[in-house]
């Protein structure tokens, strides 16, 4: 079985402050993707990251894959409002899976107070 | 754009009926659709995967006699949820990609069912 720990599950945090949210596995990834959902809606694609130690940027948003393509993470700067959501990593090709299917972590909920 | 259109958005029926949800790729052919259940403030559960012309395949402890996929066309996978209960009540995702190698899944808004 597939799993993607992803920590914390969740944060709150001022408006203004930094944050980290991880996602680990033992399995290796043939790419690993980062989506944002807000209530009541489908969840949507922030960022695919493939190749391992490769860095993103989407503007304040920092994605990272780790070297072994086992993990990644996500640093957000100065946090605002805005950003408060349920953020998800998933997973693709891990333990020779399919590259499509998604395997997902558990999320991260997510509140910046203002 | 990859648009995934999903309807109803929320649906309201009584126990012991079935309801079907449908999954429309808006601008692009998905020969593949995903279909996921999502409690509150919880992540995705994949249900099955639905290929075009092909029966879907189904994640284990998935009822595929009680959730009925049908994906007839490249641009259209149905979910029917028959003899629907309460505990059937719950947030129903479903996503679509544009071919076999892609890894991006594109989602729709979701539907939210509930059993009375």
């Known amino acids: 079985t597939q799993l993607l720990e992803q920590s914390p599950q969740f944060l709150s945090i001022q408006e203004g402050e930094n944050l980290t949210v991880y996602c680990n596995s033992s399995?290796?990834?043939?790419?690993l993707q980062w989506y944002r959902q807000e209530p009541g809606e489908g969840p949507v694609l922030l960022v695919t990251?493939?190749?391992?130690?490769e860095v993103k940027k989407l503007k304040r948003l920092t994605f990272q894959f780790g070297d072994a393509r086992k993990d990644s993470s996500l640093h957000i700067t100065a946090a605002q409002p805005g950003d408060t959501g349920l953020y998800l990593c998933?997973?693709?090709?891990?333990?020779?899976?399919?590259?499509?299917?998604?395997?997902f972590g558990k999320g991260t909920l997510l509140t910046v107070n203002p | 754009g990859a648009v995934v259109s999903q309807h109803p958005s929320w649906v309201i029926c009584k126990s012991g009926t079935s309801v079907k949800i449908e999954c429309r790729s808006l601008?692009?052919?998905?020969?593949?659709m995903f279909w996921y259940r999502q409690f509150p403030k919880q992540s995705l559960m994949l249900m099955a995967t639905?290929?075009?012309?092909?029966?879907?395949?189904?994640e284990q402890g998935v009822e595929k006699d009680k959730f009925l996929i049908n994906h007839a066309s490249l641009t259209l996978s149905t979910l029917t949820v028959t003899s629907a209960h309460p505990e059937d009540s719950s947030f129903y995702i479903c996503?679509?990609?544009?071919?076999?190698?892609?890894?991006?899944?594109?989602f729709g808004p979701g539907t939210r069912l509930t059993v009375t």
């Open positions: 996503s679509a990609i544009r071919t076999s190698a892609s890894y991006e899944q594109y």
């Open positions: 399995s290796v990834f043939s790419s």
């Open positions: 990251v493939v190749t391992g130690g």
């Open positions: 998933a997973g693709a090709g891990g333990s020779g899976g399919s590259n499509y299917k998604l395997t």
């Open positions: 601008d692009f052919q998905a020969t593949t």
């Open positions: 639905s290929n075009e012309g092909s029966k879907a395949t189904y």
